[in-house]
T-cell receptor, first 115, second 113 residues
Framework: AQKVTQAQTEISVVEKEDVTLDCVYE???????LFWYKQPPSGELVFLIR??????QNEISGRYSWNFQKSTSSFNFTITASQVVDSAVYFC????????????FGAGTRLFVKA | NAGVTQTPKFRVLKTGQSMTLLCAQD?????MYWYRQDPGMGLRLIHY???????AKGEVPDGYNVSRLKKQNFLLGLESAAPSQTSVYFC????????????FGPGTRLTVT
């Protein structure tokens, strides 16, 4: 069965600190996709990244980086030199090839970045 | 491009009343979804559609109905609202199935008293 666990409910950091948001997933499929979405205070979810199960390369996009490790079933997200504008709820999500069209979302991690 | 839009943004209903939420997308996406977001539970899929004229049940479909008469529109109906349906509802669309990212609307905050 699909499951996504984001154990950190809330994280609070001071601006310019680095912060890592954890995501652990469960799946029996060999073909699956992992996603991260950002939900700022305005409420609309915004897509950040997609990673398929056959590509374990880490990815960096500006201050954002993602570490995908199949051995530990984790897809962690790091923000380097955090800024106040990074304050949001971040969701990790999983969809499987055999899961139909269902994407399972984690409960989300609320990040507070204080000036 | 407006992307994904939802109407209304807010609504208060009394128990037993009915209403329809409208979702529209202008990206020519085949797939559309309705989710509800409750505190501490992430997003849960209510119903989805893989193309015009098709609908299917998601994770929490009870108490909701949907229709997709036009490719760009996906309607979510509550026939007899219950307090348990108090939530924030998000519509989303995607170009394809499981491997594609979803684009979300701004959400509708529904309160049932």
């Amino acid at each position: 069965a699909q499951k996504v666990t984001q154990a950190q409910t809330e994280i609070s950091v001071v601006e310019k600190e680095d912060v890592t948001l954890d995501c652990v997933y469960e799946t029996r499929d060999t073909t699956y996709y992992l996603f991260w979405y950002k939900q700022p205070p305005s409420g609309e979810l915004v897509f950040l990244i997609r990673r398929n199960s056959f590509d374990e390369q880490n990815e960096i996009s500006g201050r954002y980086s993602w570490n995908f490790q199949k051995s530990t079933s984790s897809f962690n997200f790091t923000i380097t030199a955090s800024q106040v504008v990074d304050s949001a709820v971040y969701f990790c999500a999983l969809s499987e090839a055999t899961g139909g069209f269902k994407t399972i979302f984690g409960a989300g991690t609320r990040l507070f970045v204080k000036a | 491009n407006a992307g994904v839009t939802q109407t209304p943004k807010f609504r208060v209903l009394k128990t037993g009343q009915s209403m329809t939420l409208l979702c529209a997308q202008d990206m020519n996406h085949e797939y559309m979804y309705w989710y509800r977001q409750d505190p501490g539970m992430g997003l849960r899929l209510i119903h989805y559609s893989v193309g015009e004229g098709t609908t299917a049940k998601g994770e929490v479909p009870d108490g909701y109905n949907v229709s997709r008469l036009k490719k760009q529109n996906f309607l979510l109906g509550l026939e007899s609202a219950a307090p348990s349906q108090t939530s924030v509802y998000f519509c989303a669309s995607s170009l394809g199935g499981y491997s594609y990212e979803q684009y979300f609307g701004p959400g509708t905050r529904l309160t049932v008293t």
